[in-house]
């Protein structure tokens, strides 16, 4: 399984950015997906997760402000708005089968002030 990250880039503190995140050489049906985070200095954190059957679940810092979706099978997108500076962060996506996980290699975001 290799997994995909693509949508980083430079925006303005206020702005918005959509992430995504594709899984390919996988078939399974059962399967989670996870955006994590990394900032200069700091531990990995998680930032959002979505099953294949819905449940979500948000890192408290991206309550309300980060959406996760799965419209696509193997596919994962991360919808942020209201940016902070602090938002800035490597980010990676995760994907989990059968007890065994896949990272990609991430994507960096930057947000200025």
């Known amino acids: 399984v290799q997994v995909v990250e693509s949508g980083g880039g430079l925006v303005q503190a206020g702005e918005s950015l959509e992430l995504s995140c594709e899984a390919s050489g996988s078939s399974a049906s059962s399967y989670a997906m996870a955006w994590y985070r990394q900032a200069p200095g700091k531990l990995r954190e998680l930032v959002a997760s979505?099953?294949?059957?819905?449940?979500v679940l948000y890192g408290d810092f991206a309550k309300g402000r980060f959406s996760i979706s799965n419209p696509y099978i193997h596919f994962a997108y991360l919808r942020m708005n209201s940016l902070k500076p602090d938002d800035t962060a490597v980010y990676y996506c995760?994907?989990?089968?059968?007890?065994?996980?896949?990272w990609g290699r991430g994507t960096l975001v930057t947000v200025s002030s």
């Open positions: 979505i099953t294949s059957t819905g449940t």
């Open positions: 995760k994907y989990r089968s059968v007890d065994v996980e896949y």
